[in-house]
C-alpha cells in the first residue's frame, strides 16, 4: 500500500534549514497555542458571521472577496502544522536548538495567522465602518513587530 503525504507549505524564515541533518521533532501545541489556535478559528467564524449578516450572498465580488479571505485564513492555520524539514530558519540550527527555534517559529506562525485573520475581518469592516481602516494599519504594524521580535529571541537563543 502506498503512502499519501501530505506537501506543506516552506516557511522561509532565513537560510538556514535541518534537511542535512536526522532530526525528527514531534511537539504537541501547549495550551498557549491552542488558545492562539482558537482566537485565530473565532475571528474567522466572527467574520463569516458578519459577511453573512451583512451582506448575505447577494453581492458576487464581496462573495469573492469573503472566499478568498477564508481560503487564506484557513491555509495560514495549517502552518503551525508544518514538519521541521520544511522550516528555514534564521539561525544555524545544531542538536542543541533545533527544539526552541521551532517552537518559536511555530509560535510566530501562530501569531501571524492571529493578525492576518484580524486584519482581514477589519477588511471586512471597513466597507461600513471608517474607524476599521486604521485597524487594518495597526495589525499590519502588529504583525511586523511580531515577526521583529522572534528574529530578536531567535538570535538571542542560538
Known amino acids: 500500500m502506498k503512502k ?3 506537501r506543506f507549505f516552506n516557511i522561509n524564515l532565513g537560510p538556514y534549514s535541518v ?3 536526522d532530526i525528527n521533532i514531534k511537539y504537541h501545541p501547549s495550551l ?3 488558545v492562539f489556535e482558537a482566537v485565530s478559528a473565532l475571528m474567522v467564524i466572527a467574520g463569516c458571521i458578519y459577511f453573512v449578516a451583512n ?4 453581492n458576487k465580488d464581496t462573495l469573492a472577496g469573503f472566499l478568498i479571505n477564508l481560503l487564506v485564513c484557513l491555509l495560514v492555520f495549517t502552518c503551525p502544522y508544518t514538519p ?3 522550516i528555514r530558519f534564521s539561525v544555524r540550527i545544531s542538536r542543541q536548538n533545533i527544539v526552541k527555534q521551532y517552537v518559536m517559529a511555530l509560535r510566530l506562525m501562530r501569531i501571524v495567522n492571529i493578525l492576518i485573520c484580524l486584519m482581514l475581518v477589519f477588511n471586512a469592516l471597513s466597507i461600513n465602518y471608517p474607524w476599521a481602516n486604521p485597524a487594518i494599519g495597526i495589525s499590519v504594524t502588529a504583525m511586523l513587530l511580531s515577526i521583529m521580535v522572534y528574529y530578536i529571541f531567535a538570535i538571542r537563543n542560538k
Do not use: A, K, L, P
Open 4 to 6: 499519501i503525504r501530505i
Open 32 to 34: 498557549i497555542d491552542r
Open 19 to 21: 534537511q542535512d541533518q
Open 84 to 86: 521541521v524539514e520544511y
Open 55 to 58: 451582506s448575505g450572498f447577494e
